[in-house]
T-cell receptor, first 114, second 115 residues
Framework: DTAVSQTPKYLVTQMGNDKSIKCEQN?????MYWYKQDSKKFLKIMFSYNNKELIINETVPNRFSPKSPDKAHLNLHINSLELGDSAVYFCASSQGVGPRNEQYFGPGTRLTVT | AQSVTQLDSQVPVFEEAPVELRCNYS??????LFWYVQYPNQGLQLLLKYLSGSTLVKGINGFEAEFNKSQTSFHLRKPSVHISDTAEYFCAVSEVIQGAQKLVFGQGTRLTINP
């Protein structure tokens, strides 16, 4: 069974469109994250949710809106897509918010904006 | 804010040779360090972590890392690599921001194993 899953795996769309990426974890974790990996493989956190509440928002444009309907799901909606949004987006989860926790990553969603 | 520097963007190695991937972090009172591996077209998987205690940490797939506080380093090593170790390796430091864990990653090191 996949611990952290994301859909879709690939997403190709045009500038200006709105798209969503879904994430689900079956590990029973209470904290979930979204990361962005750019074309140079650099990984940076975007958002963190704990018990469905937003706790980290790393100065991401407000075109990006995460939503957590329950502790097992964290979706990412992106409005008015731009070329610079092309990247691989990873969802992750952990148990708790402490600095010692291991984060479990999903397989990623490769977003290409044309 | 903490930062991580991975000194090599690419490391080519022959199969069965030893390898060391270098990582330096910015100094802090409490340091929690992680190495993650990303195989092609996959997500990240934890190799090992240093939280406290012994400075030599053993992880999966025969990897180990040594925490060196005086040199602010956390280098990853493997005595004999295999073709299957070809991947991107990320060093990360964990900190608490706004009451939540934040992983700060290095730029990654691409390990390529040649037969």
């Amino acid at each position: 069974d996949t611990a952290v899953s994301q859909t879709p795996k690939y997403l190709v769309t045009q500038m200006g469109n709105d798209k969503s990426i879904k994430c689900e974890q079956n590990l029973g974790h209470d904290t979930m994250y979204w990361y962005k990996q750019d074309s140079k493989k650099f990984l940076k956190i975007m958002f963190s949710y704990n018990n469905k509440e937003l706790i980290i928002n790393e100065t991401v444009p407000n075109r990006f809106s995460p939503k957590s309907p329950d502790k097992a799901h964290l979706n990412l909606h992106i409005n008015s897509l731009e070329l610079g949004d092309s990247a691989v987006y990873f969802c992750a989860s952990s148990q708790g918010v402490g600095p010692r926790n291991e984060q479990y990553f999903g397989p990623g969603t490769r977003l290409t904006v044309t | 804010a903490q930062s991580v520097t991975q000194l090599d963007s690419q490391v080519p190695v022959f199969e069965e040779a030893p390898v060391e991937l270098r990582c330096n972090y910015s100094s802090s009172v409490s340091v929690y360090l992680f190495w993650y591996v990303q195989y092609p077209n996959q997500g990240l998987q934890l190799l090992l972590k240093y939280l406290s205690g012994s400075t030599l940490v053993k992880g999966i797939n025969g990897f180990e890392a040594e925490f060196n506080k005086s040199q602010t380093s956390f280098h990853l090593r493997k005595p004999s690599v295999h073709i299957s170790d070809t991947a991107e390796y990320f060093c990360a430091v964990s900190e608490v921001i706004q009451g939540a864990q934040k992983l700060v990653f290095g730029q990654g090191t691409r390990l390529t194993i040649n037969p």
